[in-house]
C-alpha cells in the first residue's frame, strides 16, 4: 500500500475551506446588493478596476479564486463519491481540470487589467 | 419502585435456521434506573434464553455491549430506559456482519488494530540499567485523551464512509495510531504513516464528524483524523517541494 | 465465527437519507455548499473578464446580474457560504487544537476569535465593495 497523493488536493482544499469561510458570505452580500441595485455608486467599474489594477489587489484575488476553485473541487470530488459516483479517477480528473481552467483564465484576465 | 413496561425489539438472526434477520418483540418490566442492557438480561434470564449477545462489565469500561438502540450506536450499559419511549429497537451495530442475534464479526476491526501498531515503539533501545521513559504533565495531556478508547466500535458503527468503503481503515484504528504519533516517548511514526497516510487509511475520512459524536468515552477520532491529514499533508509538501529537508 | 454472517448492504445512493441519522443530511448539506462555491467562483471569474473588457463590458455585467436569477443565485450562494463558513468554523478546535502548558485552550475561544476575526473580514470587504 503506498502512501496517497491526495495531501496536494487536501491542502489546497483546507487552505481554500479557510479562506472562504472567512470571504465569501461578504462577497456574495456585495454581489447581491449589486444584483439587487441597492445604490448606484457601489460595485462601480472604478472602484473594481482601481483595485484589481494594483499588484497587491490582484495578488488578492488570485489567491482568492484559486483557492476557492480548488476547494470547491476537492470538496466535489468526495461529494460525488458520497453520492455514488464511484468512477472516482475520472471524477478527479473533471474536476481538477475545471479548477485548472478557472485558474488559468483567472490568470489570463488579471494580467490584461 | 416505579417500574414501566416496554415493547424491547430485537433483532434476531440464527445463521443455522435464518435466511435474514427478523425483529423479535419482548414485554419487559423495566425498573427506572434500568438500562438496555438490564432489559437484555431480563429477557435472556426470563423470557428466550436463546438470545445471544454481548456484555461483560456493565459500566461503560469493557466496550463489549454496543449496539443500534433506535438506529443509534449505543453502549447498552449506558443508554437508560427512562430516557426512551415505550417501545425500544435493538439491533447489532451497524456496518459489521452479524454474527448471531446482536453479536457481530468484529475481526475486520481487530486486524486494522492490528496494522497501525497501537503500542510504544521507542526510538532507541534502552537497557533497563539505563532508567525510565520520563515524560512530563504537558506531554502527557497531548495524547490522553486518545488512551480512553474502549474499542467498543460504536464509531465504526457510525461512519458512513466506513460503511461505504470497508477497506477505510476507520476511526478507532487511526486515532489509536494517532495516540501513539503523539507519545514523546515513540519513534514509530514513519512506521505508522505506512499505513494510516494512505488512500484507505486518513484519506477515505471526509470528516463527518459522527465517530465523535457517538464516542461514550469522548475521544473524538474525528478530531484525530483531521490532524493526522494537516500532518500528513505538511509530510507531503516536504517530501515532494523541499527533498533537501531531512525528515 | 459462524460460516454464515449475515451482510446488511447500505445503498450507495441514497444512505444519508437513513431518517435515524439527521446528522448525515447536515453532513451532505455542508457537501453541497462547495457547488455554490464553485459556481460563485466562476461568477467572480466572469466579472473579472468583463472588468477587463472595459466600463461597457462591466456594466453589461452588472445588467445580467441585476435579474430575478441574479438575486436568486446570490441569495442560494448567500445561505451556502454561510453554512460553509459556520460549518468550517465550529469544528476548527478539533482540526487544530491548541496545548497551552497542560491545558488545550477551550474549544469555544478557538471558535470565537475566528468568528471575531470573519466579523471584521466581512466588514473591510463590505466596506471596500459598496
Request: proline share 6%; hydrophobic share 45%.
Amino acid at each position: 500500500m503506498a502512501k496517497s497523493n491526495k495531501p496536494i488536493f487536501w491542502g489546497l482544499f483546507a487552505a481554500g475551506g479557510t479562506v472562504t469561510a472567512f470571504v465569501t458570505p461578504a462577497l456574495v452580500l456585495v454581489t447581491l446588493f449589486a444584483a439587487m441595485k441597492f445604490s448606484p455608486d457601489m460595485f462601480t467599474y472604478e472602484n473594481i478596476h482601481a483595485f484589481a489594477a494594483h499588484w497587491l489587489g490582484k495578488l488578492i484575488i488570485f489567491g482568492v479564486i484559486l483557492l476557492s476553485l480548488w476547494h470547491a473541487a476537492h470538496r466535489l470530488r468526495v461529494t460525488l463519491h458520497d453520492f455514488g459516483v464511484r468512477a472516482d479517477g475520472a471524477v478527479a480528473v473533471i474536476v481538477y481540470a475545471i479548477a485548472g481552467l478557472g485558474t488559468l483564465m483567472t490568470l489570463v484576465y488579471l494580467l490584461r487589467i | 419502585m416505579s417500574e414501566r413496561q416496554i415493547q424491547l425489539e430485537v433483532l434476531r438472526y440464527d445463521p443455522e435456521t435464518d435466511s435474514e434477520p427478523r425483529f423479535q418483540s419482548y414485554a419487559v418490566p423495566c425498573k427506572n434506573e434500568w438500562v438496555v442492557l438490564d432489559a437484555l438480561n431480563y429477557v435472556k434470564e426470563n423470557l428466550d434464553t436463546t438470545l445471544s449477545y454481548r456484555w461483560s462489565c456493565h459500566m461503560a469500561v469493557c466496550g463489549s455491549c454496543g449496539m443500534m438502540i433506535n438506529g443509534e450506536p449505543k453502549l447498552s450499559c449506558k443508554a437508560f430506559i427512562r430516557e426512551y419511549s415505550d417501545k425500544i429497537r435493538v439491533e447489532p451495530l451497524a456496518n459489521f456482519p452479524i454474527e448471531r442475534d446482536l453479536v457481530t464479526v468484529v475481526e475486520d476491526f481487530i486486524a486494522k488494530l492490528t496494522r497501525v501498531k497501537p503500542y510504544l515503539i521507542p526510538k532507541e533501545d534502552k537497557p533497563i540499567s539505563a532508567g525510565e521513559f520520563k515524560q512530563t504533565p504537558a506531554e502527557l495531556m497531548k495524547y490522553k485523551q486518545y488512551t480512553l478508547c474502549i474499542n467498543c466500535m460504536l464509531c465504526y458503527a457510525a461512519c458512513p464512509e466506513y460503511a461505504l468503503v470497508p477497506d477505510f481503515i476507520g476511526p478507532a484504528a487511526i486515532a489509536l495510531a494517532h495516540r501513539y504519533n503523539q507519545d514523546s516517548r515513540d519513534g514509530g511514526r514513519d512506521q505508522r504513516q505506512e499505513v494510516i497516510a494512505t488512500d484507505e487509511g486518513v484519506w477515505e475520512c471526509s470528516f463527518v464528524g459522527a465517530c465523535s459524536e457517538v464516542c461514550p468515552k469522548h475521544v473524538d477520532p474525528a478530531g484525530a483524523l483531521q490532524q493526522v491529514k494537516v500532518a500528513s499533508t505538511i509530510d507531503w509538501y516536504k517530501e515532494h517541494l523541499m527533498p533537501w529537508v531531512k525528515k | 465465527m459462524s460460516n454464515k454472517p449475515y451482510v446488511r448492504e447500505v445503498s450507495k445512493t441514497t444512505w444519508f437519507l437513513n431518517p435515524q441519522q439527521p446528522r448525515y443530511k447536515r453532513y451532505m448539506a455542508r457537501e453541497v455548499t462547495c457547488i455554490f462555491i464553485g459556481a460563485y467562483t466562476f461568477l467572480l471569474i466572469v466579472a473579472l473578464k468583463r472588468l477587463a473588457e472595459g466600463p461597457d463590458a462591466f456594466q453589461g455585467f452588472l445588467n445580467a446580474l441585476h435579474s430575478p436569477l441574479g438575486v436568486l443565485f446570490n441569495l442560494a450562494a448567500l445561505v451556502a457560504a454561510v453554512y460553509h463558513s459556520t460549518s468550517w468554523f465550529n469544528v476548527t478546535p478539533q482540526a487544530m487544537p491548541i496545548q497551552r502548558g497542560e491545558e488545550f485552550v477551550p474549544g469555544n475561544i478557538i471558535v470565537g476569535a475566528h468568528y471575531a476575526v470573519w466579523a471584521v473580514v466581512s466588514l473591510i470587504i463590505l466596506i471596500l465593495g459598496i
